[in-house]
């Protein structure tokens, strides 16, 4: 059994994966992609990859990684991400082999980003700011989250670790997905054709679900006249769950208060776009999930993934489909990057 490990922890792993194989009594060589994309070892033949996260930070040994995905004997690969919208994951799929994503991994740091921006529009951060700037001193009166109703689309991992903070603060929680769940941080679970009921009640949407085929443009004119002018739309999902030209409308003419988005139809966003001028609009570059701890947590469930697969159990986080039919196009980073 071959295995090949990436990413800034790869020595590290391969003493704890020589553990793993020794207990499970199976012979293994382990190769490493370096930062420099050079295997240590011929990588041909690897039935196992790990694909880090922090791999993804260095363009030559992407290449490299990326040309290892076509290899015929690949039996299963752990991903970076929560997202398969990427096309390069579907085939993965269709050739046989099998795959698991990070879900889980990213939920405490992109909870912790979604309520540093909830802070910051219900505490009118930008407004004290100027005013420091200006050495202006007048008293905002800004307001308080525990008269407010925070609606989850996508109640995941990253939803209930958003719906938790959300009760600490004293919000009123509404989620919606598309099998019911209960769950202690939730007020009240709302079916997916209800959705509308979310968002006519909600202050703050997060969108947090999937990017598939029937997710695809969810939230669009419609929904987002259904939103109060005092809500504010968070997007942590990928920026084609949203009909971007609706939002900016809706941003322009005030019909909602706000957005914040970490992830948008094309990124890098191209320097004309209207979103980097509206007042109203906060962007991030894409960075929501990023952890100093999210490459240790990766490695802990490949780790305990890797002893799953050589007893034949069930893998957690498998992937059986990404919801797309095949897509032939080139990655880019504006198909949802292997990190989010």
Not at 121 to 134: F, I, N
């Amino acid at each position: 059994m071959k295995i090949c490990l990436t990413g800034d922890h790869a020595e590290e792993m391969r003493l704890r994966v020589d553990e793993i194989l020794d207990s499970a009594g199976v012979g293994g060589e382990i190769v490493i992609l370096d930062s420099e994309g050079t295997f240590d070892r011929d990588p041909s033949g690897t039935e196992i990859l790990y694909f880090s996260m922090s791999v993804t930070k260095y363009a030559a040994a992407m290449k490299p990684l990326l040309a290892l995905l076509e290899e015929p004997k690949l039996g299963w690969m752990q991903g970076p991400g929560a997202g398969v919208d990427h096309p390069i994951w579907q085939p993965i799929l269709d050739r046989g082999a099998r795959l698991t994503n990070a879900s889980g991994i990213h939920s405490e740091p992109i909870a912790q980003y979604i309520f540093t921006y909830v802070l910051h529009w219900e505490r009118d951060v930008a407004r004290h700011l100027a005013q420091q700037d200006a050495r202006h001193w007048e008293v905002i009166r800004s307001g308080d989250l525990g008269s407010k109703t925070l609606g989850i689309v996508g109640y995941g991992g990253i939803g209930q670790a958003t719906g938790r903070v959300g009760k600490a603060f004293g919000m009123r929680v509404l989620g919606t997905r598309r099998t019911a769940i209960e769950d202690p941080a939730l007020d009240r679970f709302v079916p997916l054709d209800s959705l509308h009921d979310l968002l006519a009640e909600s202050h703050y949407v997060v969108l947090c679900m999937p990017l598939c085929d029937d997710t695809r443009g969810m939230i669009a004119e419609r929904e987002l006249a259904t939103m109060g002018e005092d809500a504010v739309l968070i997007n942590v999902a990928r920026g084609g769950v949203v009909d971007e030209p609706a939002l900016i409308d809706a941003l322009r003419n005030r019909t909602i208060r706000g957005a914040t988005l970490d992830v948008v139809s094309e990124e890098p966003l191209p320097s004309d776009s209207p979103l980097w001028s509206l007042e109203n609009c906060v962007l991030t570059p894409h960075d929501a999930g990023y952890s100093p701890l999210g490459d240790e947590r990766l490695g802990a469930l490949f780790l305990d993934n890797l002893g799953r697969y050589l007893r034949s159990e069930p893998l957690r986080n498998e992937i059986l489909t990404t919801g797309f039919a095949t897509r032939s196009a080139a990655p880019n980073r504006s198909d949802g990057g292997a990190s989010g």
